[in-house]
């Protein structure tokens, strides 16, 4: 048990076998650092978090949520508010059926003669969907009445229709899915009792 003798002068150690206590050197670099490397901190950031864009219409399907043509409604509503609020309708000429876009882009122009103005957040409540012998889906709506327009007697800006207005959108199916096709009548519809979740 030599290996684990000790010698007076070994301060305790380990004894190497052989029994030498004496102190080696090598000529192997070591592989620690002879210093940490500094601590690197990530500089202090001062921009505040953006804000979530608020939406511009609410869309609710109500009990027709499953249905299809109301979730293509859902789906490409936005686009159509966003190019009645700009008074824009070139992102409707690029997206929906030509239909479609010949019934509203007359309402956009009629906007920019007559001075109207929709001020969003718009809500629209889905209150029915039939399907038609055109093989379409007649989604009948109530729009919040966001129209509005300054009359200089008063010095304000006058709601068109409080209660809101309704609006039926027939939907077809396409290769891309279901899109508005063209507007329909809205008579029948009684928007009265709606509640607009804005």
Same mark, same amino acid.
């Given at each position: &048990?030599? $290996?684990?003798?000790?010698?007076?002068?070994?301060?305790?150690?380990?004894?190497?076998?052989?029994?030498?206590?004496?102190? =080696?050197?090598?000529? =192997?670099?070591? !592989?620690? @650092?002879?210093?940490?490397?500094?601590?690197?901190?990530?500089?202090? !950031?001062?921009?505040?978090? =953006?804000?979530?864009?608020?939406? %511009?219409?609410?869309?609710?399907?109500?009990?027709? $949520?499953?249905? @299809?043509? +109301? %979730?293509?409604?859902?789906?490409? #509503?936005?686009? #159509?508010? %966003?190019?009645?609020?700009?008074?824009?309708?070139?992102?409707?000429?690029?997206?929906?059926?030509?239909?479609?876009?010949?019934?509203?882009?007359?309402?956009?122009?009629?906007?920019?003669?007559?001075?109207?103005? &929709?001020?969003?957040?718009?809500?629209?409540?889905?209150?029915?969907?039939?399907? !038609?012998?055109?093989?379409?889906?007649?989604?009948?709506?109530?729009?919040?009445?966001?129209?509005? #327009?300054?009359? @200089?007697?008063?010095?304000?800006?006058?709601?068109?229709?409080?209660?809101? =207005?309704?609006? +039926?959108?027939? &939907?077809? %199916?396409?290769? +891309?899915?279901?899109?508005? #096709?063209? &507007? $329909?009548?809205?008579?029948?519809?009684?928007?009265?009792?709606?509640?607009?979740?804005?």
């Amino acid at each position: &048990m030599s $290996a684990c003798s000790k010698d007076t002068g070994d301060g305790g150690r380990p004894v190497p076998v052989g029994g030498d206590s004496g102190t =080696t050197t090598s000529s =192997t670099p070591s !592989t620690a @650092p002879s210093s940490a490397p500094p601590a690197t901190t990530a500089p202090a !950031t001062t921009a505040k978090p =953006t804000a979530p864009t608020a939406k %511009q219409v609410i869309i609710q399907p109500g009990n027709f $949520a499953s249905n @299809p043509a +109301v %979730q293509g409604l859902v789906t490409s #509503y936005p686009l #159509y508010f %966003q190019a009645l609020v700009s008074k824009d309708d070139t992102i409707l000429k690029k997206r929906f059926p030509s239909f479609f876009y010949e019934d509203v882009s007359e309402e956009i122009v009629d906007a920019k003669r007559n001075g109207w103005v &929709m001020k969003p957040p718009g809500s629209v409540v889905v209150v029915g969907a039939k399907a !038609t012998p055109d093989d379409t889906v007649a989604v009948q709506t109530c729009r919040s009445q966001t129209t509005q #327009y300054w009359d @200089p007697k008063t010095r304000n800006w006058t709601v068109v229709a409080p209660k809101g =207005t309704p609006e +039926v959108i027939e &939907m077809i %199916q396409t290769g +891309v899915g279901w899109l508005p #096709y063209r &507007m $329909a009548t809205s008579k029948g519809v009684n928007c009265s009792s709606v509640r607009y979740p804005a």
